[in-house]
C-alpha cells in the first residue's frame, strides 16, 4: 500500500489544510492518508483550541483515513525534534510518502540545508557559536551560520514552513527511512493577522474566533470545523485562557530554582529569568512578554511554560526513545488499511482504556490539564471514543 503521512496540528482544521492534504494526495494517490496529530498541547506550548477527538474528526471529514496522537513529549519541542519524533511515528505505522507544505518549491535547495545541519561544512559550528555568543537566539543564529557557509540557506532557514521541511528532511536520514518527501508549496501567510477566507493562518482564525468575529473564522473553516467550534463554543468547553494562567502560575510559584533549572532548554540563564518572572506576571501572555528577547524567542519561552506545566526535565528529554506506541484519535473504515496494522513497528491503541498504558507522565497531565480549562471532568480522554466514519 501506498501511505501518505502528514504531520500536524488543525487547531481547528481550515480551508488551508484542506488544500494541503487534497493537493498532497492528488500527488500521490495514496491508498491511505495517515496524520500524526498534536495533542492536547503543541509545537509552541499551547493549548489547543479544540481537542484531539475534534480535530481528527475533522481530519478525516475532508479525507484522512487514521488519526494518531503524538506523544506531548515529541509534540512540545523545538522543530528538530517535533520532525525527528513524528517522522518516526508516521514510518513506524507503515508510511511511505510525506508530505509537507513549503515556502520554497526547490526540492535541491531544502535537501542541501537538511545536508548541511546533518554533515557541518567547515567554518560552520564555529558560526554558529559566534552567533549565539553574540546575543542571537538559536533559530536565527541557526540561519545565520547556514547562510554564511551555503549560499541561500539562510533566507530558506528564515520561513517557518521551510524550516520545518528542513527537518523532517533531517529526520528522514537520521533514521535511515525510505519515506518519499511530498512538498506542497504553501499559500497565504503563515502568521497573517487578518483571516483570508481561502488560505488562512491558524493563528489568524483562532484570533477572530477570540474576539468574537465567528463569521471571519467560519468563511476560513470546512463544515465540519464549523460545526465542531459551534458546538464546543456553545457549551462553554474550549479553553479559558484565565484557568490556564492560574494553573501556570501556581505551578511555577510553587517550584524551587533547582526545577527550573531542570527544565528542558533552560541554559544561557532562562530558567532563572523565570523563576523571577513568575513571580510578577499576572498571566501567561505577560510572562512570555517579559521574556522574549532576540536571545530568547516567544515560542522557546511558551515549550518552557509547558514544560514545567507538564512536570517535564532536560533528563527526561535526554533519554526519551523514540514513540513506540499511538493513541488512535479517528478512522475511516477501510479494511485493507487496518489488516496492515498488524505488521505496524508502532503499537496501535484503538482506545484511551488501552493507551492509558503506554502514556507518560506528561500525557496524561495534558489531558487532565485541559479538561480542567474547559470545565470538563479529569476522566478525559478516557470516556472518549474513536471517531470513526
Given amino acids: 500500500m501506498a501511505i501518505l503521512g502528514i504531520v500536524a496540528e488543525y487547531d481547528p482544521f481550515h480551508n488551508g489544510h484542506l488544500y494541503h492534504l487534497r493537493e498532497a494526495k492528488r500527488l500521490v494517490q495514496p491508498d491511505a492518508v495517515y496524520v500524526a496529530l498534536s495533542p492536547c498541547f503543541k509545537q509552541r506550548g499551547d493549548c489547543s483550541l479544540l481537542s484531539p477527538h475534534d480535530r481528527a474528526a475533522c481530519a478525516v471529514s ?10 506531548v ?23 511511505t510518502h510525506l508530505a509537507f507544505g513549503v515556502e520554497t518549491p526547490d526540492p535541491a535547495a531544502l535537501h542541501q540545508v537538511a545536508d548541511l545541519l546533518e554533515n557541518p561544512l567547515p567554518g560552520f559550528r564555529e558560526t554558529l557559536k559566534a552567533r549565539l555568543a553574540g546575543g542571537l537566539g538559536y533559530p536565527a543564529a541557526l540561519a545565520a551560520a547556514a547562510g554564511r557557509v551555503l549560499p541561500g540557506a539562510g533566507a530558506i532557514l528564515s520561513s517557518p514552513n521551510n524550516t520545518l521541511a528542513v527537518c523532517y528532511l533531517r529526520a528522514i536520514r537520521r533514521l535511515n527511512l525510505s519515506l518519499v518527501p511530498v512538498m506542497v508549496p504553501r499559500r497565504g501567510e503563515y502568521h ?4 483570508d477566507p481561502e488560505y488562512p493562518s491558524a493563528s489568524a482564525v483562532r484570533g477572530a474566533l477570540s474576539r468574537g468575529d465567528y463569521a471571519a473564522a467560519f468563511r476560513a473553516v470546512p463544515p465540519e470545523t464549523e460545526t465542531r467550534l459551534k458546538a464546543r463554543f456553545l457549551a462553554g468547553e474550549t479553553p479559558d485562557p484565565a484557568v ?70 532536560r533528563q527526561q528529554l535526554l ?10 484519535l479517528a478512522l475511516r473504515k477501510n479494511a485493507a488499511m487496518t489488516a496492515s496494522w498488524r505488521n505496524a513497528a508502532v503499537r496501535i491503541c484503538p482506545d484511551p482504556a488501552a493507551w492509558r498504558a503506554e502514556a507518560s ?27 470513526t466514519q
Avoid: N
Avoid at 291 to 303: G, I
Fill in 62 to 71: 475532508a479525507g484522512a483515513d487514521a488519526v494518531f496522537a503524538l506523544p
Fill in 73 to 95: 513529549l515529541w509534540a512540545v519541542r523545538d522543530a528538530e525534534h517535533y520532525a525527528l519524533g513524528a517522522v518516526s511515528l508516521l514510518a513506524g505505522l507503515g508510511a
Fill in 192 to 195: 497573517a493577522s487578518s483571516v
Fill in 244 to 313: 490556564l494562567d492560574a494553573i501556570l502560575l501556581h505551578t511555577l510559584r510553587g517550584m524551587d530554582p533547582a526545577a527550573f533549572r531542570a527544565l528542558p532548554d533552560a541554559a544561557e540563564g532562562l530558567g532563572d529569568a523565570l523563576a523571577k518572572a513568575c513571580v510578577s506576571a499576572r498571566s501567561s501572555r505577560e510572562l512570555i512578554e517579559k521574556l522574549t528577547s532576540r536571545r530568547y524567542s516567544a515560542a522557546r519561552v511558551s515549550r518552557l511554560c509547558a514544560h514545567a506545566l507538564l512536570g517535564v526535565t
Fill in 319 to 328: 533519554g526519551l526513545p523514540l514513540p513506540s506506541a499511538a493513541l488512535l
Fill in 361 to 387: 507522565a506528561a500525557d496524561l497531565a495534558s489531558w487532565r490539564i485541559r479538561a480542567q480549562c474547559c470545565g470538563l471532568p479529569a476522566t478525559l480522554p478516557f470516556t472518549e471514543k474513536t471517531v
